[in-house]
């Protein structure tokens, strides 16, 4: 089991540790100079073209969380309308698809039985519909028009890390790629994706970090609570960061868009109820600034995940890391493996075995 482990301690490690690599295996073939190349979709560039009018993405979980940080991207570079359910809302619902509609399901897996409940009903209405999996073969993407295989190995820990990141980067090709078929790439577009064929180095660089998340972890093994706070493209990473924490260190978290704490999540902040802030350097920076020091005034403990060179960081907590500077759209994939391993530490500090968390299966094929 050791020899499995490549010498990290527990499965969960290793697959954080393995992003730059997975990265890499997961936009192979996908991205080159700049351009998305999605084959898998080849036979959908008409109906693309012609007939697509909405983009509806169905997942659970981090794949959920993957989805919405495409949602963002797909808002600030298209004009097409990208609507986002979890499956076991979108299947009892009576969602909007039809004939115009390309339905993304993304599923680790590929056997969430919500997410598969969910593109059958899809294509009852006649749209299209595309699955990114990490599986080859199983059933979403043998059901589904175009099948995106992650390529990135197995995920043995419960808790999604590589799969998360690939996902994303793999999501926002598909996206390029339908905005060259619809309206046209855009420099901004072919900067992104070149930024993200230089992701796996960049990791390289954000995991030196390891050691410093883990000594700031230490601070918050004993908490009850945690709240994490974003905005825009930060939101799907403060989402991520508390379900990564409460999968594995049972410590109950939550995330919010930062501007929704004055309506309600304010309240329970105190010197008991500490706030991890997805804060980099980004449009919403002011914004989130003053969002820090609303929660600051509440004496509640602050851990920051800001930009390097942004020292005024310091003045505004003790606590904080930095992550290299990245286009908006980007830094959800240039923060995950902080939030990642700052989870990580703080299960194993709790002496919790990350890989195997109560009560949670990897694949949820039952209802
Ligand atoms: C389970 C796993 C999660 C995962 C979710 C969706 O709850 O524990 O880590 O995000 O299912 O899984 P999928 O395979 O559909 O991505």
Redesign the pocket.
């Known amino acids: 089991a050791a020899a499995e482990k490549g010498g990290y301690e527990h499965f969960m490690l290793k697959e954080i540790f393995e992003q730059p690599e997975a990265l890499k295996s997961a936009i192979a073939g996908r991205i080159k100079n700049g351009k998305p190349i999605i084959s898998e979709i080849k036979e959908l560039e008409e109906f693309i073209k012609k007939d697509l009018k909405k983009i509806f993405i169905v997942?659970?979980?981090?794949?959920y969380h993957a989805g919405l940080a495409f949602k963002y991207f797909m808002n600030r570079y298209s004009k097409i309308d990208v609507d986002i359910e979890v499956a076991s809302e979108f299947r009892y619902m009576n969602p909007h698809v039809n004939e115009n509609t390309l339905v993304i399901a993304?599923?680790?897996?590929?056997?969430?039985i919500d997410?598969l409940e969910g593109i059958r009903i899809a294509k009852e209405k006649g749209s299209k519909v595309v699955t990114i999996s990490n599986v080859f073969g199983s059933t979403i993407p043998r059901e589904s028009h175009g099948a995106i295989y992650m390529n990135t190995g197995p995920e043995i820990g419960?808790?999604?890390t590589k799969t998360y990141t690939a996902q994303i980067a793999i999501l926002y090709a598909l996206g390029a790629k339908i905005i060259e078929i619809t309206e046209g790439l855009t420099e901004e577009i072919e900067k992104i994706l070149s930024d993200i064929e230089k992701m796996p180095e960049i990791y390289e660089e954000v995991l030196k970090n390891a050691e410093k998340v883990k000594e700031l972890s230490r601070e918050y093994v004993n908490y009850q609570h945690m709240m994490y706070i974003g905005r825009g493209f930060g939101y799907p990473t403060a989402l991520e960061g508390a379900l990564k924490l409460k999968e594995i260190s049972y410590i109950h978290a939550a995330g919010y868009q930062a501007g929704e704490l004055k309506h309600g999540p304010i309240a329970l902040l105190d010197e008991q109820f500490p706030v991890f802030a997805i804060i980099p350097k980004d449009s919403l920076y002011e914004k989130m600034k003053s969002n820090l020091m609303e929660s600051r005034a509440r004496n509640a403990n602050i851990i920051a995940i800001t930009t390097e060179g942004n020292d005024e960081i310091k003045e505004l907590t003790n606590e904080y890391l930095f992550v290299p500077e990245a286009e908006e759209a980007l830094y959800p994939l240039v923060i995950a493996p902080i939030i990642q391993l700052f989870s990580y530490y703080v299960a194993v500090l709790r002496k919790l075995d990350p890989d195997k968390p109560r009560n949670?299966?990897?694949?949820?094929t039952v209802e």
Request: aromatic share 0%.
């Open positions: 997942a659970c979980g981090t794949s993304i599923s680790q897996s590929g056997e969430t997410t419960v808790a999604a949670l299966a990897k694949s949820v």
